[in-house]
């Protein structure tokens, strides 16, 4: 089976499915108090108790909206992800081709496992940046002051 499998589908073709668990795996690792994606978290005081956790929830979504409207973003920009994509890209490839190369498969071999080992090291790259996002105080400060303008208390992100 492993010798149908490894020439019917083919190494790029196994790589590349290796490449694309590694990305589904990003969304599970940028989650949490200091991600992006993070929302505040609201002390129970006596505005949240009054309205109820529907319409508090509802005035997060307005504060969110209104950061950004004024131009700014959950994450800080520093194009990490696309930096060590591109570091894993380059890597990935440069050592599957000498792997190619150094075990006899010629040339072709060398391209094809190139770009496959760029595929893969491309992704894991991204995901290792992804995984190094930051979240943007400023963005995080213009939220909380607005629910505090609001009444409520951000005790925290999550």
């Known amino acids: 089976?492993?010798?149908?499998?490894?020439?019917?589908?083919?190494?790029?073709?196994?790589?590349?499915?290796?490449?694309?668990?590694?990305?589904?795996?990003?969304?599970?690792?940028a989650t949490g108090p200091q991600s992006p994606s993070a929302r505040p978290v609201l002390y129970p005081n006596a505005t949240f108790n009054r309205v109820g956790e529907a319409?508090?929830?509802?005035?997060?979504?307005?504060?969110?909206?209104r950061a950004q409207s004024a131009g700014?973003?959950?994450?800080?920009?520093?194009n990490e992800t696309a930096r060590r994509a591109g570091q894993g890209a380059a890597a990935g490839g440069?050592?599957?081709?000498?792997?190619?190369?150094?075990t006899g498969r010629?040339?072709?071999?060398?391209?094809?496992?190139?770009?496959?080992?760029?595929?893969v090291g491309g992704s894991a790259g991204a995901v290792s940046g992804?995984?190094?996002?930051?979240?943007?105080?400023?963005?995080?400060?213009?939220?909380?002051?607005?629910m505090g303008e609001k009444g409520f208390d951000v005790i925290g992100w999550n």
Do not use: W
């Not at 700014?72 to 520093?78: I, R, S, V």
């Not at 440069?94 to 150094?102: Q, T």
């Not at 992804?130 to 607005?146: D, L, N, P």
């Open 94 to 102: 440069v050592a599957a081709a000498v792997g190619a190369l150094v």
């Open 72 to 78: 700014l973003t959950p994450e800080e920009k520093t």
């Open 106 to 119: 010629g040339m072709d071999g060398a391209v094809r496992s190139g770009a496959a080992g760029a595929a």
């Open 1 to 29: 089976m492993n010798y149908l499998f490894s020439h019917i589908i083919g190494p790029s073709s196994r790589l590349m499915g290796l490449g694309f668990a590694i990305g589904m795996l990003a969304g599970c690792a």
């Open 130 to 146: 992804a995984m190094h996002e930051k979240a943007s105080g400023t963005y995080r400060h213009f939220v909380q002051r607005c």
């Open 55 to 65: 319409k508090a929830k509802a005035e997060v979504d307005v504060c969110m909206a």
